[in-house]
């Protein structure tokens, strides 16, 4: 039976390194977001397309690599994995001033930040497989929830901040590498540490089935495509929110509400903030308040995210400022309560050394949605001019995702837990 005390302190230091790997590509991630204006108005884009070609195909790229990326981190490991993204997304993202003034140079780009990007996201269950005891996992997956969020928040921040030095978009982006360089820096130390504890510590497996046979029999589980949508819907809404919301505050009416570029980042901040609490705090109340029980986690999540993030269109909430930055914090810290306690769910019940093929494959279709979703909202911006409807989509995907909460139980085959 696993202890706390046979897992090395090594790990907390394996869980920083991811830490910061995602903080990086989350950076990198968002931060054509607050400049959307800018940049449209420089590639003589209009703001649907500029977002789609910015944030849709960095996300389309992205499910891609997330599926490749649970492969890649079980056949060739953490180390190998984490440095070859550092570098996908340190030297595109450098070479960002020399070829980004054409679309195409833009558009390469990101399309290799987002390789870069995919296997870091896939692989936060193996992590919590490997180096963590179960009553561990729930807090590991919640402090990389924590880690998009700051990331973020920092992209939100930084950009524009990096745009007003440099009047160049091109520059202010190449900008957010720097955390990329921290990260890999911190990956090469990560060879030189002890290897992951994990033995017995998973969970059981069954009967004689071969291990090459366990990724198959976990996909013909009806929980694994439970998960898969309920990430597809989340990822909708995280992307949309995020990539169509900044420009909402920023741009003036009709189409948007007028608070300009820097109110607007400030605004989104606020979401990250509350985002970053959610995040941190989730796996605690998963542990202790819903003994690891993950369906009315994520339904809470869903349900009340749904809620907040639609008010912000209602006159009464966006003309006040205190009730708008309330609204925006409660969507903020509800909307993080899905994401680590699906990862976390995975790390419980399925076997450690499919969790990396698993999280990239479930983390890979549903990023899809990420990609309808900014696709779509950027078609209804286009289409009606201003971003109600962009927000109502939201609205109604999120409560689609709570329902489907209710049927994500775990996998019976593949036995209990480790306790």
């Known amino acids: 039976m696993g202890k706390v005390n046979e897992y090395p302190p090594f790990r907390w230091y394996v869980l920083v390194t991811l830490f910061v790997l995602t903080v990086a590509h989350a950076?990198?991630?968002i931060s054509p977001a607050p400049l959307v204006g800018v940049i449209s108005k420089d590639l003589k884009l209009g703001l649907g397309p500029t977002t789609g070609m910015f944030m849709g195909i960095f996300n389309l790229a992205l499910a891609v690599a997330c599926i490749a990326g649970g492969f890649i981190c079980d056949r060739f490991g953490l180390v190998k994995t984490y440095i070859g993204s550092s570098i996908l997304l340190i030297v595109p993202t450098v070479a960002l001033p020399y070829v980004g003034e054409s679309a195409l140079g833009a558009i390469i780009v990101r399309i290799l930040q987002a390789i870069g990007s995919g296997p870091i996201n896939a692989s936060v269950s193996l992590v919590a497989a490997?180096?963590?005891?179960?009553?561990?996992?729930g807090i590991v997956t919640g402090l990389q929830g924590t880690g998009v969020t700051l990331g973020i928040a920092i992209g939100f921040i930084a950009t524009p901040y990096a745009y007003g030095i440099t009047q160049s978009w091109q520059s202010a982006m190449a900008w957010q590498s720097a955390a990329s360089f921290l990260a890999l820096l911190m990956v090469v130390l990560f060879a030189f540490g002890p290897k992951p504890p994990v033995g017995s510590?998973?969970?059981?497996?069954?009967?004689?089935?071969?291990?090459?046979?366990?990724?198959?029999?976990?996909?013909?589980?009806?929980?694994?495509?439970?998960?898969v949508a309920i990430i597809f819907f989340l990822c909708w809404v995280l992307s949309a929110f995020n990539d169509l919301t900044p420009a909402y505050f920023a741009i003036e009416p009709p189409a948007g509400v007028g608070y300009g570029t820097m109110t607007a980042g400030k605004l989104m901040t606020v979401v990250?903030?509350?985002?970053?609490?959610?995040?941190?705090?989730?796996?605690?109340v998963f542990e202790r308040v819903f003994k690891e029980k993950a369906s009315p986690v994520i339904m809470i999540g869903f349900f009340i995210f749904a809620v907040f993030a639609v008010s912000i269109m209602i006159p009464q909430v966006y003309t006040n400022m205190k009730i708008l930055v309330l609204c925006l914090a409660i969507a903020g810290f509800f909307e993080a309560w899905?994401?680590?306690?699906?990862?976390?769910?995975?790390?419980?019940h399925y076997p450690s050394h499919i969790v990396g093929k698993l999280t990239g494959m479930w983390f890979g279709i549903g990023v899809f949605g990420g990609t309808v979703g900014v696709i779509l909202g950027a078609a209804a911006l286009h289409h009606t001019g201003n971003y109600h409807t962009s927000i109502i989509i939201v609205g109604i995907i999120a409560i689609?995702?709570?329902?489907?909460?209710?049927f994500l139980k775990p996998p019976k085959v593949f036995g209990e837990k480790h306790l």
């Open 27 to 29: 950076i990198i991630m």
């Open 338 to 348: 899905v994401v680590p306690i699906v990862f976390a769910f995975i790390a419980l």
């Open 201 to 227: 510590h998973v969970v059981a497996r069954v009967g004689n089935k071969p291990e090459n046979g366990d990724f198959k029999l976990a996909m013909g589980q009806p929980a694994s495509w439970v998960g």
């Open 130 to 137: 490997l180096w963590f005891p179960p009553s561990q996992r």
């Open 272 to 284: 990250q903030i509350a985002f970053m609490v959610g995040s941190g705090t989730v796996g605690f």
């Open 400 to 406: 689609i995702g709570c329902v489907l909460g209710i």
